[in-house]
């Protein structure tokens, strides 16, 4: 069976993915938060980070895995920080799909589409009528989620949609680099100001904050380890009918050490072993014409380093 459907011990809905491959993928229902990615060449090692002191018991947004950031980045008046989707409890299962292609088990897929729709409590923070689908495919070597954003009102809708993707570092922070962002403008959430990307790679050596604007679709997040891979990120955004491709961000984040401490959900070391490289559209608002689909998606694998 692709698909199981656990509580977990503080009673929250837990949506187990496998695939014929071996590799594996969970879902909190809480946010729909996919919690850990476990290639099938990776059994015992999750591609994604969560931290150790993440609450999971549905009373905060999870610290880790790929916490859902819509319809606001970052703060708003009157809305929670990264808006509401990520701590919704109104989150459902509403499809599972298995494709299998019988002599091709790689390219075989395990689907799960989960649906959010606009609610009391979601028109308390924003008064819009909406659909967001979330779609999350499981392969033998790569997880990709996708939001949906149907426009279901008539009006246009304003919006940040961000996938906010925590990844678990095999190797110190200090032996990380991100590769394809070179020539990219970017907004320094920790110096307030605007700089471009100089280099062939990004070394984390402090706080990391950085928004950047209308990024390559390819992202490689390289480290150290003894199998020498790499992961990589694809991100790709598109409203549905329209033939160009839409311009999308990546966010780079490391808390390094102070903002480590200031987090209780996050353990004061664990900046050492994760990144966030967050596909999305926060450098602008992604404007929604009535009916229209908007889709963000992000292909997260690991490879041999080139
Ligand atoms: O995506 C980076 C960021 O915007 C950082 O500024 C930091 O606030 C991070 O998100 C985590 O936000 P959270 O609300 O989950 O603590």
Redesign the pocket.
Known sequence: MPLRITKSPEGVEIVQVSHPSGSRTEINMYGCTVTSFYPASSPDRDVLFVSEKAVVDGTK?I?GGI?LVFPV??ASPDMP??GFARISNEWKVDSVNQHKQPDEVESDLTEVWFVLESNEETRKYWPHEFTIKYQVQLRAESLQTALHVVNCDDHVIEFQA?L?SYFRLPSDISNVRVEGLKGVSYFD?VAGSNATEEGDELAVTGET?RVFANAPDRIHINFQDENKRRIVVEKWAQVEGETQERNSDV?V?N?WIEKAKG?GDFGDDEYHHMI?V?PGRVSAKEKLQPGKMYILKQTISIEAAQ
């Open positions: 947004a610290r916490p980045f970052g920080n990264h961000l906010h959430k904050d966010v984040w808390p987090m966030c967050e």
